[in-house]
Nanobody, 126 residues
Framework: VQLQASGGGLVQAGGSLRLSCAAS????????MAWYRQAPGKERRLVAD???????NYDDTVKGRFTISRDNAKNTMYLQMNNLIPEDTAVYYC?????????????????????WGVGTQVTVSS
């Protein structure tokens, strides 16, 4: 399974962006999907995650500003980011774990792998 993150860009402080993470294969179930970010010179850290049951969790630095969601029909996960601040500047990565997917041939694939998308850059100017 390949994950493709998109939607990053340059925005002024106070602005909004919506990141998308599209999967290359139909996801029937995901134990957990998440967004991480990595700022220059810092470790990658969790921003938000969502369980297969729809339970969400946010880092304290983004609570009330960011919203994680999934659209199963579109096979896509989103991160709506509002009221952005310069400290949100980072490369954002999507992650998926514990997937049940369907191939183009209709085969079910169940695995416990960790999947990462290529990052998308978010830059917030002051």
């Amino acid at each position: 399974v390949q994950l493709q993150a998109s939607g990053g860009g340059l925005v002024q402080a106070g602005g909004s962006l919506r990141l998308s993470c599209a999967a290359s294969r139909k996801i029937l179930r995901a134990d957990r999907m998440a967004w991480y970010r990595q700022a220059p010179g810092k470790e990658r850290r969790l921003v938000a995650d969502i369980t297969g049951g729809g339970i969400t969790n946010y880092d304290d630095t983004v609570k009330g500003r960011f919203t994680i969601s999934r659209d199963n029909a579109k096979n896509t996960m989103y991160l709506q980011m509002n009221n952005l601040i310069p400290e949100d500047t980072a490369v954002y990565y999507c992650n998926a774990h514990g997937l049940t997917t369907m191939t183009d041939m209709g085969d079910l694939v169940v695995d416990g792998e960790d999947y990462w998308g290529v990052g998308t850059q978010v830059t917030v100017s002051s």
